[in-house]
């Protein structure tokens, strides 16, 4: 049973019992509780190497612990892999166990959960192309029913849906085949040429130099050349919103 402070977004629990003629039923006094479909808000980062294991987080009002609830039943483990995410591309589908972000406290935030994106290349409709492409993302906390949900269907958004569909994108992972100069003062402030294949226009373009991370660098077009890019917003043609 979960209390109103396990789940604070699921409803009063219910009886629930079973007639074996539809007329006489049990009174075990088993309960069962409903929760309130989960309101999706984000999903970040929003792309990612088609290799998979990128750490999604997604933003929702209305999560709770699977773990809570599931003491009779004595596995949380089993509790806890009902929580998984769903990456749709048209009629291709795959999955991948999710997980609540724990707070310093220990309980589940309730407004967060955590997945690692899937090997995706036989999410690409075409296998032959090397394009970057998009997937739906949604999330389910019992393995069945998947948010967000398109009103009209009662079913996950796809692709091609309209409305509130949180999109991935999945790209080749960039090579780079040359960097010119090869040194540089080590106070830093120099500006590097990198040539490569699969790069991207994206805002969160940026290079890492050993256990540094540089600032944002792209070139509209991203032809292989990056400029420095220190404003938001600065690498023009790209999108950030993932709805």
Known sequence: LLTSAQCPNCAVPVFLEVALNGVDYSVTERQFSYFKDPNVLSVAPTLGPVLGGTRITITSEGFHDPCSGCA????????????????????????????????????????????????????????????PFFVAVS??????????????????????????????????????????????????????TLTGVNFLNENTLRCHYGTKVGAAACSSGATGTFLPCTTSGCCKGTTTASA
């Open 72 to 131: 009779v039943a004595g596995s949380c483990a089993y509790c806890g892999d009902l929580v998984r995410c769903k990456f749709t591309a048209y009629d291709i589908t795959t999955y991948s166990t999710a997980m609540c972000v724990r707070l310093a406290n220990g309980k589940c935030d309730p407004v967060r959960m955590t997945c690692n994106t899937p090997y995706a290349r036989d999410l690409r409709g075409n296998l032959v192309s090397l394009d």
């Open 139 to 192: 999330i389910s906390i019992n393995d069945q029913q998947f948010f967000p949900q398109n009103p009209l269907t009662l079913k996950p958004y796809n692709v091609f849906d309209t409305g509130k569909a949180f999109l991935f994108k999945f790209f080749e992972t960039p090579r780079v085949s040359g960097v010119v100069p090869s040194a540089s003062a080590g106070n830093g402030g120099g500006r590097i």
